[in-house]
């Protein structure tokens, strides 16, 4: 436990190091990089693998959702590209989940008018049975109170069920900003906020909450359940997992979702056609996919480049997390061929079941004791295709003087859309550097700059191969495999002494004045 001197010390310090960085370049001399570093950058940004990673990874495969076999087979590719690079590499199992696949899905509005509506079946979602089946649409009305709602289930038998509000407009924020008159934006900014509240207080009339209401309503006899997830992006909606399990559920575009709630508004049942045809696959092993690149000096201290290999469903998880996956991959090229025999051992962790929990990484700290006790760093990248320009130390006193020395050596050109944030606070969830930060060992997110990643992409139906800005993605591979090279050959261990958390301030989703908990990963999932 450090002691408040120490605290106002580091202070001192921060601010000395932080007048020195911010010199004018003029005015600091060159400060020549390893020779292994120049040659990692070089190959880096001139014979980058980025883009054909990309493309067998995500057109080939496509989304890597726990559970599906596309995951498996993402994870033999990844075996064997690591293993043509002279890496190894192997699939490492640790549980189990609720095997699942998706099929084709059509959807189509057949009265009063014919359309074909922009649907997609959440994950884990039940099919139709090898059907296409015919219905009615209802929503979800406003009654009273839940007694009402009791009454008002049994008349959803063999019927469509909508049950999420409609979006009184489909224009973004940005776009209101820049063309509306102050008094129309108001207006519009009223209304969201009245229909949001309007139909929060009306599900909860109904007794449930949405996930228990999608269970009812399928137990009452409903054919399926749609919904709308808008991501306030224009074109782009939430896709995540289904609550029923005996009909499907579907996701319809804001505007397809607009259409039918209009219809239903102004007196028109709708009527539409469905064929969803997933499959259940029983139960399936979970696993992580780990690369390792074996230390000669130091083989029992260990560097960990950290991205989790597993996506949504939506679209192919190309910003979350295929664009970390493929920078933590580029890396470790780089880094055996140019550094093939480091003083520390190198592993590659590409997590499973991240979506879920930090599921993959959680059960590697947790059975990797002798590991978590030699790491040295962990570096991980998953926010989405943007170059890193955030580094925090996480909470750990002394990472501002390891993390400094070693981003000094970045070449130039990477290394200045770097900000630092020493001693930053632990992360408590949200990603897996949270696992082992839990842990006590040393690991640090590669924050990037956004490209509108929280609306556009991150767990939606378009993220998706186009969405990559592959500079930035070189320049994030360098990076990482700059800062493993300095951390493998730093003649210390790096410092795990922790600063006191003030009692008022947490880390992410932690608790104010205690460290992240560990946690345990969920070993069997998808069932309940």
């Known amino acids: 436990m450090v002691k408040i001197k120490n605290i106002v010390l580091t202070s001192l310090l921060l601010v000395s190091t932080y007048a020195a960085n911010a010199q004018p370049a003029r005015n600091r001399a060159a400060t020549p990089k390893p020779e292994v570093i120049v040659k990692m950058a070089e190959e880096g940004g001139n014979h980058s ?24 087979q993402a994870a033999d590719w990844a075996v064997a590209k690591f293993k043509s690079w002279g890496i190894d590499a192997s699939i490492q199992n640790y549980g189990e989940w609720r095997g699942w696949e998706r099929g084709i899905t059509h959807a189509d509005m057949i009265f009063p008018r014919i359309k074909s509506l922009e649907a997609t079946q959440l994950a884990w979602s039940p099919g139709t049975k090898g059907k296409t089946v015919t219905a009615d ?8 109170d839940s007694i009402a709602y009791a009454k ?21 924020d940005e776009n209101w900003k820049e063309y509306g008159t102050e008094e129309s934006i108001a207006r519009m900014k009223a209304r969201q906020e009245a229909e949001t509240q309007n139909w929060n207080n009306r599900i909860k009339k109904t007794g449930f909450t949405t996930k228990e209401l999608a269970r009812q309503l399928e137990n009452a006899g409903a054919l399926g359940i749609l919904t709308s997830y808008w991501s306030k992006a224009h074109g782009s909606n939430k896709i995540f997992g289904a609550n029923t399990k005996k009909v499907p559920t579907i996701d319809i575009s804001l505007e397809d979702y607009g259409l ?3 219809l239903i508004e102004h007196g028109t049942v709708p009527k539409i056609s469905l064929r969803v045809d997933s499959k259940e696959l029983g139960v399936v092993p979970t696993f992580n996919t780990i690369a390792e690149i074996k230390g000669v000096e130091k083989p029992d201290e260990y560097v960990i480049l950290s991205a989790h290999f597993d996506s949504w469903d939506g679209g192919t998880g190309a910003t979350d997390n295929g664009t970390g996956t493929l920078t933590m991959m580029e890396a470790a090229r780089l880094l055996k061929k140019y550094y093939p025999n480091p003083k520390r051992t190198i592993i590659i962790g590409l997590w499973g079941s991240e979506e879920q929990g930090l599921n993959g990484s959680r059960a590697f700290v947790e059975d990797s004791t002798k590991i978590v006790d030699g790491i040295q760093a962990v570096f991980n990248q998953d926010n989405g295709t943007g170059r890193v320009v955030d580094i925090s130390g996480q909470g750990f006193l002394h990472a501002y003087e390891y993390i400094t020395r070693w981003l000094s050596n970045v070449p130039d050109s990477v290394r200045k859309h770097v900000k630092t944030n020493f001693p930053g606070l632990p992360g408590a969830g949200g990603s897996d550097f949270a696992s082992f930060v839990a842990a006590g060992a040393p690991a640090f997110s590669l924050s990037s700059l956004s490209w509108d990643y929280g609306r556009l992409t991150w767990h939606t139906q378009k993220d998706t191969y186009d969405k990559i800005v592959f500079d930035d993605l070189k320049n994030n591979a360098i990076l990482t495999a700059a800062l493993a090279y300095m951390a493998s050959e730093d003649p210390n261990k790096t410092s795990r002494e922790k600063i006191v958390l003030p009692k008022n301030e947490a880390g992410a989703r932690g608790r104010a004045g205690e460290w992240p908990e ?11």
């Open 49 to 72: 693998q980025l883009e054909q990673l990309a493309h067998e990874l995500l057109d080939s495969i496509g989304p890597r959702l726990v559970g599906s076999p596309a995951m498996k």
């Open 137 to 144: 649409v209802v929503l979800l009305p406003e009654l009273s």
């Open 152 to 172: 008002w289930f049994s008349s959803v038998k063999g019927k469509f069920v909508m049950i999420s509000q409609q979006q009184p407009t489909g224009r973004t």
């Open 260 to 262: 039918l709630y209009r």
């Open 518 to 528: 560990k946690k345990s990963p969920t070993r069997k999932g998808g069932f309940d």
